[in-house]
């Protein structure tokens, strides 16, 4: 891996350059408001790099909330035309746990059958990821995340306070910086470390997370499930604002004029109330608890069998969406610990 360095008004003048330029379009975290959420770069005057997190995931650009994926005209089988639209992209300032969740969500699109409409989007892009800048009291990353960030990351970011460090970790990252300032590194591996490591976790998950599958196995009929679903809405607010959740529905609309139709695709969530009702009515997730524990198993249990790394990337936004403040998994946990 090639480490570098660029100041930060260089930086911004090459993110400038590629916002007029190139054939991509330049994503990158702008202020809504208080919050903080990814758009398309207009100006580099609109791009923060000094954010805490952002409201959704990058995810957002790979399954979209809702996409079209074919078009068709009903009763006219030849009619059928898959749509894929996948622009080239570019992602700045992606942080490490944002990058860590799009290694689950390329596992679980690639797995078996390939879905072309996800993976095409990820091959047109480039994640230009950087280690965070300022504390957001939800975040537990570090506690669960190993080197995931590097199997996504095209290129990361160091904040050195007047420069960036700048680690190209793939061919595709060395070709997107050609062009701009970037020099020959100055900074100590001393001095990169504790920047990456400036931003401190104040919360930690309370079990090993290579225990955790088991332990829920153990903890199946605990009373945490019960409680702490009573006290949930049903929003989803959780489950739709989570970077590693990649659930979706399918259904197809037609125009009122009945001459066009298409096959979409938009977000679900294990935790609204429908979304285990089979064809002939039933619910059998009907109660909050199972539901609520459905999601932590997933998240805990499932997906680290199927593809070895846990679940959930610690980024917090479940814990500061949730309007009954249950849905953090360090409070599921320690909650579970604390009533044995």
């Given at each position: 891996?090639?480490?570098?360095?660029?100041?930060?008004?260089d930086?911004?003048?090459?993110?400038?350059?590629?916002?007029?330029?190139?054939?991509?379009?330049?994503?990158?975290?702008?202020?809504?408001?208080?919050?903080?959420?990814?758009a398309?770069?207009e100006?580099?005057?609109?791009?923060?790099?000094?954010?805490?997190?952002?409201?959704?995931?990058?995810?957002?650009?790979f399954q979209?909330p809702?996409?079209?994926?074919l078009?068709?005209?009903?009763?006219?089988?030849?009619s059928?035309?898959?749509?894929?639209?996948?622009?080239?992209?570019?992602?700045?300032?992606?942080?490490?746990?944002?990058?860590?969740?799009?290694?689950?969500?390329?596992?679980a699109?690639?797995d078996?059958e390939?879905?072309?409409?996800?993976?095409?989007?990820?091959?047109?892009?480039?994640?230009?990821?950087?280690?965070?800048?300022?504390?957001f009291?939800?975040?537990?990353?570090?506690s669960?995340?190993?080197?995931?960030?590097?199997?996504?990351?095209?290129?990361?970011l160091?904040?050195?306070?007047?420069?960036?460090?700048?680690?190209?970790?793939?061919?595709?990252g060395?070709?997107?910086?050609?062009?701009?300032?970037?020099v020959?590194?100055?900074?100590?591996?001393?001095?990169?470390?504790?920047?990456?490591?400036?931003?401190?976790?104040?919360?930690?998950?309370?079990?090993?997370?290579?225990?955790?599958?088991?332990?829920?196995?153990?903890?199946?009929?605990?009373?945490?499930?019960?409680?702490?679903?009573?006290?949930?809405?049903?929003?989803?607010?959780?489950?739709?604002?989570?970077?590693?959740?990649?659930?979706?529905?399918?259904?197809?609309?037609v125009?009122?004029?009945l001459?066009?139709?298409?096959?979409?695709?938009?977000?679900?969530?294990?935790?609204?109330?429908?979304?285990?009702?089979?064809?002939?009515?039933?619910?059998?997730?009907?109660?909050?608890?199972?539901?609520?524990?459905?999601?932590?198993?997933?998240?805990?249990?499932?997906?680290?069998?199927?593809?070895h790394?846990?679940?959930?990337?610690?980024?917090?936004?479940c814990?500061?969406?949730?309007?009954?403040?249950?849905?953090?998994p360090?409070?599921i946990?320690?909650?579970?610990e604390?009533?044995?």
């Amino acid at each position: 891996m090639e480490v570098l360095k660029i100041s930060k008004d260089d930086f911004r003048s090459f993110v400038q350059k590629k916002i007029e330029n190139s054939d991509q379009r330049t994503i990158g975290v702008v202020k809504k408001g208080s919050h903080f959420a990814y758009a398309d770069l207009e100006s580099v005057e609109d791009m923060q790099m000094d954010y805490n997190v952002t409201m959704l995931p990058p995810k957002k650009y790979f399954q979209p909330p809702k996409e079209i994926l074919l078009k068709f005209k009903p009763k006219d089988a030849s009619s059928y035309v898959a749509v894929n639209q996948c622009d080239k992209i570019a992602l700045i300032g992606v942080h490490y746990y944002d990058l860590a969740s799009l290694f689950l969500m390329d596992k679980a699109f690639s797995d078996g059958e390939r879905d072309e409409h996800y993976m095409k989007k990820r091959e047109n892009s480039v994640m230009v990821g950087m280690y965070p800048t300022k504390y957001f009291k939800y975040r537990f990353a570090k506690s669960v995340l190993r080197d995931q960030a590097y199997k996504v990351a095209d290129i990361m970011l160091v904040d050195m306070g007047d420069d960036y460090v700048v680690e190209v970790v793939s061919e595709k990252g060395r070709e997107y910086i050609d062009g701009g300032n970037f020099v020959e590194n100055k900074y100590s591996l001393l001095e990169i470390d504790e920047a990456k490591n400036k931003i401190k976790d104040d919360q930690r998950i309370p079990v090993p997370i290579e225990l955790i599958p088991e332990y829920l196995v153990k903890n199946h009929g605990h009373k945490v499930w019960e409680d702490f679903g009573n006290k949930c809405f049903s929003c989803g607010s959780c489950v739709l604002v989570c970077p590693t959740c990649y659930c979706f529905d399918v259904s197809e609309e037609v125009e009122l004029s009945l001459q066009n139709g298409t096959r979409v695709r938009t977000w679900d969530g294990c935790m609204l109330e429908d979304f285990a009702v089979c064809g002939d009515g039933h619910n059998f997730r009907k109660e909050k608890g199972a539901r609520f524990r459905h999601r932590m198993f997933r998240k805990g249990k499932g997906l680290p069998e199927k593809f070895h790394s846990f679940g959930c990337v610690g980024c917090g936004r479940c814990a500061y969406s949730c309007a009954s403040d249950i849905a953090g998994p360090v409070k599921i946990l320690k909650y579970m610990e604390d009533n044995k």
